[in-house]
């Protein structure tokens, strides 16, 4: 990664600049403090809602070897979003070494009731601000870095679908096949893009694709895999769709 020390016990600390998008709640919001909990992390955790974030931001130490955690508040369906966290992100470090592409909205209808609102909606968030982020913070990323995108296996080919969740679907499809050709694109400049499928997980947007559906995973279980993969997995593979599921639902 982009920095690294040794203390006396021998311990290794990577300093990594890590930005999640999508960290006010659920699986964001447990990976963002897992890596909070890790030393030597700064990261930038993007959420239009960030007051649990500052509470945890609180609650860290500071010393030279803690991780710093800073909420930042952004609306990534509003327009040139991307320029407010450029400038954030360059006002804390000029090296990126893990972007989570983790933000993502649902909306549960029938295509009868879906409108063209609908459809800007979950696009407008779910694949056109991950690409707008990723172009911003290209020129800044570190080499090797690490790009992980999560989809779900609603947009995993071949996958069982729902009633309802046709455009949701669709705009996490069209992520899993964004990494794809990011990763071949980019893989000159040492930078790795894979791309999470996830199953059921019990949040908040599971509840509203199905209501009263007990999902056997935490938001915790998977924000472990997912801290784990973004600091390892591109030591083993790029451009990948790697379905992270027990059931789906």
């Known amino acids: ?12 600390i990577f300093i990594m600049n890590i930005i999640i998008t999508g960290a006010g709640r659920g699986i964001g919001f ?45 609306d990534l369906s509003k327009n040139e979003f991307e320029k407010d966290i450029l400038k954030y992100v360059l006002d804390r470090f000029n090296k990126i070494d893990i972007l989570i592409n983790n933000a993502g909205i649902l909306v549960n209808k029938t295509l009868q ?8 909606n979950i696009f407008n968030v779910n694949i056109k601000a991950p690409f707008l982020l990723t172009k911003a913070l290209l020129p800044h990323f570190n080499n090797p870095s690490h790009i992980v995108n ?23 499809g069209a992520l899993a096949v964004f990494s794809e050709c990011l990763a071949e694109e980019f893989k000159d400049q040492g930078i790795s893009v894979n791309c999470l499928s996830l199953g059921s997980v019990q949040t908040e947007m599971l509840n509203e694709a199905f209501p009263n559906y007990k999902a056997s995973q935490k938001p915790l279980d998977i924000a472990e895999f997912i801290v784990d993969f973004a600091i390892n997995g591109n030591k083993y593979m790029n451009g990948k769709i790697i379905p992270v599921s027990l059931s789906t639902p």
């Open 1 to 12: 990664m982009s920095d690294m020390m040794f203390i006396f016990n021998f311990e290794k």
């Open 30 to 74: 447990e990976t963002a403090k897992l890596f909070s909990k890790m030393k030597g992390n700064r990261i930038i955790a993007v959420s239009r809602n960030i007051t649990a974030l500052q509470k945890i931001s609180e609650t860290i130490p500071r010393g030279k070897n803690n991780s710093s955690l800073y909420p930042f508040a952004v």
């Open 113 to 120: 009731n879906l409108s063209e609102k609908d459809y800007d």
């Open 150 to 172: 999560i989809s779900s296996m609603g947009g995993f080919l071949g996958s069982v679908k729902f009633p309802g969740l046709s455009l949701y679907s669709a705009s996490k």
